[in-house]
């Protein structure tokens, strides 16, 4: 069964320090991993598709990466717009769906 | 380009009712993916359609039933609701042949369903 946790939970941070949030995975036949974004209310937002280990994706002040096992999102000198729940999915293709983690809750505090 | 769009927002029902929630795809896309979140919860699978027929479900039981229409819009259908079904329900559309299969999907803002 595929499986995926991310860790931490929360995160609360300052305003420009910078931090990690962590997906590990479990899946068979990993054809993507997903990064999105939720702020309250609204639905996920797209952010990145990793497909390969050693890929690296970049958009403003985060950095996606991925490994056999795991993917770190990193965010460098984050804004409090960057406040949101991010979301880490894996898809094994075709018709499966995705099988997202629970989230990390991100505070960034003024 | 229009996005997902889902209606109703906000309900509430009471349990052993049924209902339908309602979306509309974003333009160009013609797979529709139904997700189901609770809160505090990550999004997850239901049933996926293509070309009007299910092609893909996650473990749902059959009460969870869906449809999909020729302009690509879609419906879920939840008989006999239960007070677990209480959810944020979310609908993603996409187009099939994203790199190595795995397709990018566009959500909505979802409909909450609320089961007292």
């Known amino acids: 069964e595929d499986q995926v946790t991310q860790s931490p939970e929360a995160l609360r941070l300052q305003e420009g320090e910078s931090s990690s949030l962590n997906c590990s995975y479990t899946v068979s036949g990993l054809r993507g991993l997903f990064w999105y974004r939720q702020d309250p209310g609204k639905g996920p937002e797209f952010l990145f598709t990793?497909?390969?280990a050693g890929e690296e994706k970049e958009k403003e002040r985060l950095k996606a990466t991925l490994t056999k096992k795991e993917s770190f999102l990193h965010i460098t000198a984050p804004k409090p717009e960057d406040s949101a729940t991010y979301l880490c999915a894996v898809a094994r293709g075709g018709a499966d769906g995705l099988t997202f983690g629970k989230g990390t809750h991100l505070i960034i505090q003024p | 380009e229009t996005g997902v769009t889902q209606s109703p927002t906000h309900l509430i029902k009471t349990r052993g009712q049924q209902v339908t929630l309602r979306c509309s795809s974003q333009?160009?896309?013609?797979?529709v993916s139904w997700y189901q979140q609770a809160l505090g919860q990550g999004p997850q699978f239901i049933f996926q359609y293509y070309r009007e027929e299910e092609n893909g479900r996650g473990n749902f039981p059959p009460r969870f039933s869906g449809l999909q229409f020729p302009n690509y819009s879609s419906e879920l259908n939840v008989n006999a609701l239960e007070l677990d079904d209480s959810a944020l329900y979310l609908c993603?559309?996409?187009?099939?042949?994203?790199?190595?299969?795995?397709?990018?999907?566009?959500f909505g803002a979802g409909s909450r369903l609320t089961v007292l």
């Open positions: 990793l497909y390969s």
């Open positions: 333009s160009g896309h013609n797979t």
């Open positions: 993603a559309s996409s187009f099939p042949g994203g790199v190595n299969g795995a397709n990018v999907l566009t």
